[in-house]
């Protein structure tokens, strides 16, 4: 009966082995399949292409849209901006040594020259202008982790080339273009055609003064008054011009056509001159289109001066001066 | 069956499953730690202009210079 006992006892242990055992194998394939599963999850996204999302085009502030104008600042540079978002699914960040942003480029070109004709490098105030960098081309705040807002900023001279009626590229337009380049070196690119306006301006000397003459002295090419006028726009213009006697502080008065205007430097009796009168004319002036940077376009218009015999004190008058289109 | 064996077994059933559920919530947690793959850190007014239309009164001066005459009279004897 002892006996018997023993074996049933020996019987369960065997058993509860047994199960352990099992349990213990199913559990360590668990584990190893588990533990495989952590290793192979190690991964590699891969790059992908930028994207310019928006591009907003401002002058001195105010929303250019597409195919809008453009109005310059006579004599200045006009405040311009490009404004928007770009986005990388490989995330952005608020500068460019950190995401995968590496650089924005902005341009504002003739659309004629295409983006090739308008690098780094070779800007022309009157058809080019280019900008990248930390200083003019700027990231702002970020919208999420891959989108983030740009700012580039650009001075456009009063000389650019007017592409409305009477400008210098009438039959072209304008692009602003935004490119967005990754670290990867892949770009995107968005642009918008715009018009700039003709701006007819002229910077005029506010005096004419011959002096000091004798009676009945005429002026000559050696001391007659150059009246040096610049440009200060985008468009081709004349001037016409009238005038007043001249009443002097003693006795007497100056004619208003003992005054002499020319276009070339000659003296007051020469055949070229022509007498000035109180009705605005037309001069033929004809100062063209500025063309160099370096280099402020100006043009001169001649005055001479017949005093009569009865004069005598300082004689004063004023000239009339009008900007007309050429 | 001896209430030891029975106590044993229980023991180490428990160890195990507490093993069991330990190995599981470890392989549940899984980093991904993306990489890219070509990503690279790297260091680093107006002035006075006259505009179309507009017309500017331009001041012209001329000072008289005095002349000396001389005068001269004969008186007849």
Redesign the interface.
């Known amino acids: 009966m002892v006996e018997s006992n023993n074996s049933?006892?020996l019987t369960?242990?065997l058993g509860?082995a047994l199960v352990?055992i099992g349990?213990?194998v199913v559990?360590m394939l668990?584990?190893v399949n588990?533990?495989a599963?952590?290793v192979s999850?190690?991964?590699?996204?891969?790059?992908v292409a930028p994207t310019v999302d928006t591009l907003v085009l401002k002058d001195n502030g105010a929303t250019v849209t597409g195919g809008g104008t453009l109005s310059l600042?006579?004599?200045?540079t006009e405040s311009v901006t490009i404004t928007g978002t770009v986005s990388d699914d490989?995330g952005v960040a608020t500068s460019?040594?950190s995401g995968?942003l590496?650089d924005i480029e902005g341009e504002l070109y003739l659309t004629s020259l295409a983006t090739a004709g308008c690098a780094s490098g070779t800007t022309d105030n009157n058809q080019c202008y280019f900008t990248n960098g930390a200083a003019n081309c700027v990231l702002g705040s970020t919208v999420d982790t891959t989108t983030i807002n740009y700012t580039c900023t650009f001075s456009m001279q009063y000389y650019s080339d007017g592409t409305s009626t009477g400008g210098a590229s009438a039959a072209d337009t304008w692009t602003a273009s935004v490119k967005v380049v990754d670290?990867?070196s892949l770009a995107a690119t968005l642009t918008q055609t715009f018009e700039t306006g003709t701006?007819?301006?002229?910077?005029?000397?506010?005096?004419?003064?011959?002096?000091?003459?004798?009676?009945e002295q005429s002026t000559t090419n050696t001391n007659n008054q150059e009246?040096v006028i610049t440009q200060?726009?985008n468009?081709g213009?004349d001037v016409e011009v009238s005038?007043t006697t001249?009443p002097?502080s003693?006795v007497?008065t100056?004619p208003i056509a003992n005054?002499k205007w020319s276009l070339t430097d000659l003296s007051a009796g020469a055949g070229g001159v022509t007498a000035l009168s109180g009705v605005a004319v037309d001069t033929g002036f004809g100062i063209a289109y500025r063309t160099l940077d370096a280099t402020a376009l100006t043009k001169t218009l001649y005055w001479n001066?017949i005093?009569p015999n009865v004069?005598?004190?300082?004689?004063?008058?004023?000239?009339?001066?009008?900007?007309?289109?050429s | 069956m001896n209430i030891k064996v029975l106590a044993s077994l229980g023991v180490i059933v428990a160890l195990l499953t507490a093993w069991l559920l330990v190995s599981l919530y470890s392989a549940s947690r899984v980093e991904i730690t993306p990489t890219q793959e070509a990503a690279v850190e790297r260091s680093g007014g107006s002035l006075d202009a006259v505009l179309e239309g507009q017309s500017m009164g331009v001041s012209t001066s001329v000072d008289v210079a005095n002349k000396d005459v001389k005068t001269s009279v004969t008186v007849a004897e």
């Open positions: 049933n006892a369960w242990v509860g352990l349990l213990v559990i668990v584990s588990s533990q599963d952590s999850t190690s991964t590699t996204v891969t790059n600042n006579a004599g200045t490989n460019f040594a995968d590496s670290d990867a701006l007819l301006a002229l910077s005029i000397p506010a005096t004419i003064n011959y002096g000091t003459l004798a009676r009246m200060y726009g468009d213009a005038g001249m002097c003693v007497g100056i005054q001066i005093l004069a005598s004190g300082s004689c004063t008058g004023t000239d009339t001066i009008t900007a007309i289109a």
